[in-house]
């Protein structure tokens, strides 16, 4: 068996952050009221900022297989094109559709040729 090694791990992460205070301002409210919850789990959970894959009109900038494939781009450079991949691996428990699958959506998105493609979606 030949070895292999992980040399470089990229992350993307869509538009810019939004603050727990803007949060219902990008999402909006549930029944034109404010979250009685909301500050109870946001203190609890402790995150302060997230990052959404939609516009200030709710429209979707990216779904899921084009964020990986943002991800995958970044791990690019000049010492390695996205033409060098040989294996697309995917998870997610969220695909964007059952078919193609994500991975096959993944390698759609990089229009890097020919590659061996795997799907893992639950």
């Known amino acids: 068996m030949k ?19 803007e949060m219902e ?20 959970n402790q995150i302060t900022t997230r990052y959404y894959a939609i516009d200030q009109d709710g429209n979707v900038t990216h779904n899921n297989a084009q964020l990986a494939k943002e991800a995958i781009s970044l791990l690019c450079d000049d010492s390695f094109k996205s033409e060098h991949i040989e294996l697309i691996s995917c998870g997610t428990s969220s695909p964007d559709q059952i078919l193609p699958s994500h991975a096959a959506m993944v390698h759609g998105f990089l229009q890097n040729g020919n590659v061996e493609v795997k799907s893992a979606s639950r």
Not at 3 to 20: C, G, H, M, Q, W
Request: proline share 5%; aromatic share 6%; glycine share 6%.
């Open 3 to 21: 070895d292999v090694y992980i040399t470089r791990v990229a992350k993307f992460l869509p538009n810019e952050p939004v603050s727990n205070d």
């Open 25 to 44: 301002e990008k999402l909006g409210v549930i029944n034109g009221a404010e979250s009685k919850a909301r500050r109870i789990v946001l203190r609890n």
